[in-house]
């Protein structure tokens, strides 16, 4: 790409932002994406903020050293408030490529704090994982769950840095529970629910969410099975919550299941369904780009009304204006129902 249209195309996204970007402010928000380049002319590369960092990743070939300077130059000048740190990710398994020198490695791992409608959290442009530790694109789907959630209990699935058990837990939910197989992204949710100082102290679980969620619902999760011996599990009460977020990955396999949010959703669907309490609400979402949305709510209200539990209201929630979508489509799709 011409270096002149990369800094065209940033400055385009960053006017079109302008409206949004004053909204967001006005919410206690400092965190949001600058640069959509799947939809803004740029396939692969994203500029981020979180709070007094800009994040440049890119996902599919890496920035030379002039296209790199360009951009950098351009937010010098737009956003010079912020300090920028460049991650390649267009090596296999998405694994940060582009090594740093001391100084800028430093800056890197440096523990900030970002704040969305405001809720603090924890922050590293570098850390052990390689995906940032707040998803942008979720912000619609948490402002939407701090509406809805005062005095009430919810139940975060696949929780990662338990964004949306702090969000909850920061707009007064009576009870929280965080389920993530992996201790390093439970670390920073117990963290941030330090950072809140949240009235209530959530729960956290590490443990796959197929064993903990069938225990929650009421299915059990056998300790061996075909003669088998399952994994180690935490053994947890069946359960019924005001609210539950489902938000697995597109597809991951585990000794309990197989999570594939195109061809078997309702492997976790039904479960999570029967964890929510009559007249709950489930929310679910789905990551999987080539994954109808019509086809898959399809899908959950049929897999709904076999369990006995019919869908009673749909509500898409879709991504703010900082994630544009070229065809309306957006890889992202969240549904709030009413079961």
Request: glycine content about 8%; overall charge positive; proline content about 6%.
């Amino acid at each position: 790409m011409l270096h002149a249209a990369l800094v065209t195309h940033l400055d385009t996204a960053l006017g079109a932002r302008r409206a949004l970007i004053e909204r967001l402010h006005g919410e206690n928000t400092d965190c949001y994406r600058l640069f959509h380049g799947s939809a803004e002319g740029a396939d692969g590369l994203t500029v981020d903020r979180y709070g007094d960092l800009l994040l440049v990743q890119s996902f599919h070939t890496p920035l030379d050293d002039a296209a790199l300077g360009a951009l950098q130059h351009y937010y010098a000048s737009a956003l010079p408030e912020l300090t920028l740190v460049y991650n390649d990710r267009s090596r296999a398994n998405s694994r940060i490529a582009n090594a740093l020198d001391d100084t800028a490695a430093a800056v890197a791992s440096a523990p900030r704090v970002a704040s969305e409608m405001g809720v603090k959290h924890s922050i590293q442009a570098r850390h052990a994982g390689q995906d940032p530790w707040l998803f942008l694109d979720l912000r619609a789907a948490r402002r939407h769950v701090m509406q809805i959630v005062a005095g009430k209990s919810l139940l975060n699935l696949f929780a990662y840095t338990c964004g949306v058990g702090t969000a909850a837990g920061k707009a007064g939910a009576a009870f929280v529970m965080n389920v993530d197989f992996a201790e390093s992204a439970l670390k920073i949710g117990k963290e941030n629910a330090r950072l809140n100082a949240l009235p209530h102290r959530p729960r956290f679980i590490k443990s796959d969410v197929f064993p903990a969620l069938r225990q929650l619902a009421g299915i059990g999760q056998p300790t061996r099975v075909r003669g088998k011996r399952m994994p180690a599990f935490p053994e947890l009460k069946e359960t019924r919550f005001d609210v539950v977020f489902l938000d697995p990955p597109a597809y991951a396999k585990s000794p309990f299941g197989v999570v594939d949010t195109v061809n078997d959703y309702p492997a976790l669907f039904k479960p999570a369904l029967l964890a929510t309490a009559p007249g709950g609400t489930l929310i679910c979402c789905n990551n999987a780009a080539k994954a109808d949305r019509g086809a898959w709510l399809d899908q959950l209200e049929r897999s709904a009304r076999k369990a006995g539990r019919p869908i009673v209201d749909a509500k898409w929630i879709a991504p703010d204006g900082d994630f544009p979508s070229f065809d309306d489509n957006p890889p992202l799709k969240v549904v709030a129902l009413t079961v």
